[in-house]
């Protein structure tokens, strides 16, 4: 489900900055639930490693965009996901830009055919409205 995929692989380029506290995030089902779960566990692992060998520490992934991006690439329009989410319009095109460019890459170099498939995709599912706009502005580079 590229969608779904679009929604996993955020929570590697999204991080919750505001004051608030996040959201508690969105699961488009229990399959993600699960992988987001396993994500969030190597991420714990990796951490307490980098602790032990006196490293800097990892940003950890941040689930809060599984929603959004789930919304973009399943067809919702900007005004709907920019304001349920009460996001900026720039926030969210520079956040969708940076997941297209991670979806490219795994596209591009996933072992799995199925991954490399689905991640294309979700790549093509995101960039079109104001996110596809903002890539062909005259004289202004991608």
Do not use: C
């Not at 304001?83 to 956040?95: K, P």
């Amino acid at each position: 489900d590229p969608a779904a995929m679009a929604g996993l692989a955020s929570v590697f380029v999204y991080e919750h900055r505001s004051s608030e506290p996040p959201p508690a995030p969105w699961f488009p089902s229990a399959e993600v639930r699960k992988k987001w779960r396993r994500i969030e566990s190597v991420s714990r692992e990796l951490l307490q490693t980098e602790q032990s060998a006196s490293l800097n520490q990892h940003r950890p992934p941040d689930p809060t965009y599984i929603a959004i991006a789930h919304a973009w690439a399943a067809g919702e329009g900007f005004a709907e996901v920019v304001e349920a989410e009460e996001l900026s319009g720039g926030d969210f095109v520079r956040t969708m830009k940076q997941l297209i460019d991670l979806l490219r890459q795994i596209a591009t170099m996933a072992p799995s055919a199925q991954t490399r498939s689905s991640a294309e995709a979700a790549a093509k599912l995101l960039m079109r409205g104001v996110v596809a706009a903002s890539s062909s502005v005259p004289g202004v580079a991608p």
